[in-house]
């Protein structure tokens, strides 16, 4: 039995992907041209709208961009999502995160991907790497197709800490004990709220903080030096 939690971002983090990546392959590729049409030229009608909300509101920016998946069927967001998977998603795997994940977990951690992407896509990614489990965005269905609406808790932006405290609590984790990894400044919450924090390819912000209070800074799309074993 695991003793502690390893809380990983995905985006930017694990993998070189944003919301966008996956989003516009699951639009551009419906069951008929015009829908796909019609997703994509959604979503660009609504970009500049999205693009501030993302610098206000990660939640808002979240469910602006997800309320365009309403209508999709479940059966095809499954194809779809396995076609993200190998097409999108593992060719940008940074070619460290496989092995940080196995030495997390060899060190006797439970691996959690904690990400505002939908969960479709991350459970494969999970399987993929090896994590344990994941938290991540959810679409509400009705009757088989998406209504565009994201089921509550949503993963974004500050959020992310109240769920790895609540996610920590269930499996009976001490978060003193736990580890967090980012690249972003916006999840400086959910770094905080762990024991061992550390960055992986931080953003200008997020490394002037991470130096600043001595957090492990690690770049893991380069072949590693040394034994990794020493920095999770």
């Known amino acids: 039995m695991t003793e502690s939690s390893a809380y990983f971002d995905v985006d930017g983090t694990l993998v070189g992907t944003n919301l966008l990546h996956p989003t516009v392959m699951y639009f551009a590729n419906q069951s008929s041209p015009l829908q796909s049409l019609m997703k994509v030229g959604g979503a660009l009608l609504q970009a500049p709208a999205m693009a501030l909300a993302e610098q206000r509101d990660r939640r808002l920016f979240n469910e602006m961009l997800f309320s365009h998946y309403k209508g999709m069927s479940e059966d095809r967001i499954a194809v779809l999502a396995q076609e993200v998977h190998e097409s999108v998603v593992v060719p940008r795997i940074f070619r460290g995160a496989k ?10 951690k439970r691996v959690v991907l904690i990400t505002g992407s939908l969960d479709w896509t991350v459970r494969i ?18 009757d088989g197709k998406a209504t565009g609406k994201l089921l509550r808790p949503v993963v974004a932006g500050p959020e992310k800490s109240g769920l790895i405290v609540a996610d920590a609590q269930s499996v009976g984790h001490d978060l003193a004990d736990c580890s967090g990894y980012s690249d972003s400044y916006s999840d400086v919450p959910m770094l905080s709220v762990v024991g061992h924090p550390a960055c992986i390819n931080p953003d200008k912000r997020l490394a002037r903080l991470a130096r600043a209070y001595d957090w492990p800074i690690l770049d893991i799309d380069r072949p590693a030096r040394g034994n990794m074993e020493k920095r999770i």
């Open 125 to 142: 990614l999970a399987d993929h790497l090896g994590a344990d489990h994941f938290i991540a965005n959810r679409l509400e269905m009705k």
């Open 99 to 108: 092995e940080l994940v196995d030495q997390c977990k060899k060190a006797g």
